[in-house]
């Protein structure tokens, strides 16, 4: 998490603005001190059991029931790889991503202007 956080920090001027469920990997220690030393990251959490404000939870349901329903892995490895490659997909197929992101509740995002 604090890699991800430190890597937007580098590429995004100005405040970052982190979306975060309710997940134990939000919560950490080192978590939580990352986000005290870096003033820049605003977090706003969203309600406890609100999938449809949350449009990942479309992206992980359509992994976990339309790609992965009948597989059997052969270790961890096997599984991570899988869906990186499902993830990779679905990053260039931007029909279904804008699909997923629909079956939410909230607006797609316009593109910034330039």
Not at 30 to 48: A, D, G, I, Q, S
Not at 59 to 74: D, E, G, H, M
Request: positive net charge.
């Amino acid at each position: 998490m604090v890699a991800f956080l430190r890597n937007r920090l580098w590429s995004v001027p100005g405040k970052v603005l982190v979306v975060w469920d309710g997940g134990p990997n939000h919560k950490g220690p080192v978590v939580r001190v990352f986000l005290r030393r870096n003033t820049r990251v605003h977090r706003e959490r969203l309600p406890p059991d609100a999938p449809a404000l949350n449009p990942v939870e479309l992206v992980w349901s359509w992994l976990k029931y339309a790609q992965l329903s009948n597989f059997v892995p052969r270790d961890t490895d096997h599984l991570d790889d899988q869906i990186l490659d499902r993830l990779i997909r679905l990053k260039c197929n931007p029909t279904l991503l804008r699909a997923l992101w629909d079956g939410s509740e909230l607006p797609f995002p316009e593109p910034p202007n330039e």
